[in-house]
């Protein structure tokens, strides 16, 4: 037997959405079993700054292969371990 769901309420502002979502079960309004995914292909993924010690002759290599390919160093860096962890 389906169980009859609530209706949202209207929110002024997201800061309002926010705090009734955070005190209320989202089942007892939304349907999940009806849920679909979504493609968000604009969202650019976060990044976070790290520092990484290298020798100074690795780095002056991954330079040099970069400048190969015409890419940052810092691009060809993340493309390589990309590329290493899809490996595992």
Do not use: G
Request: hydrophobic share 35%; net charge positive.
């Amino acid at each position: 037997m389906k169980r009859k769901l609530k209706a949202a309420p209207k929110f002024a502002n997201e800061a309002e959405e926010r705090t009734f979502w955070e005190s209320h079960d989202s089942t007892d309004y939304v349907d999940w079993t009806k849920a679909q995914k979504v493609v968000l292909p604009n969202l650019k993924p976060t990044t976070k700054t790290i520092s990484l010690r290298l020798p100074q002759h690795l780095l002056d290599s991954i330079k040099t292969a970069a400048n190969e390919r015409d890419v940052p160093y810092q691009s060809l860096i993340k493309v390589w371990l990309q590329e290493k962890l899809h490996r595992r």
